[in-house]
């Protein structure tokens, strides 16, 4: 079992940077890839970025390339999404995950942190 706790949500001004922080426990060695998503209201969960748990390879969504940097630091077992020029569409809850392959569906996640963006 892995267990995932995301926090530094918040309310921001468009422009403004967040950093959201995932903190891991239980079996994380297990885990190949972590990754973070978000939830808009009235809205489907989306990808935002990718990380492997043994390796720098990070993959981004389209929407965030440039603007957000997913890291992790091992020896803490923490994930972290570095969000910056945050704008108004950003406004979601987001949630941390993690997997045991290196592809396919995430197999824990977090409670998720909101994150609104005003403009």
């Known amino acids: 079992q892995v267990q995932l706790v995301e926090s530094g949500g918040g309310l921001v001004q468009a422009g403004d940077s967040l950093r959201l922080s995932c903190a891991a426990s239980?079996?994380?060695?297990?885990?190949?890839?972590m990754g973070w998503f978000r939830q808009a209201p009235g809205k489907e969960r989306e990808f935002v970025a990718r990380?492997?748990?043994?390796?720098?390879?990070?993959y981004y969504a389209d929407p965030v390339k440039g603007r957000f940097t997913i890291s992790r630091d091992n020896a803490k077992n923490m994930v972290y999404l570095q969000m910056n020029n945050l704008q108004p569409d950003d406004t979601a809850v987001y949630y941390c995950?993690?997997?045991?392959?290196?592809?396919?569906?995430?197999?824990?996640w977090g409670q998720g942190t909101q994150v609104t963006v005003s403009s």
């Open positions: 995950a993690a997997r045991y392959r290196a592809e396919g569906d995430y197999n824990y």
């Open positions: 990380i492997s748990w043994s390796g720098p390879i990070t």
């Open positions: 239980g079996r994380t060695f297990s885990m190949s890839t």
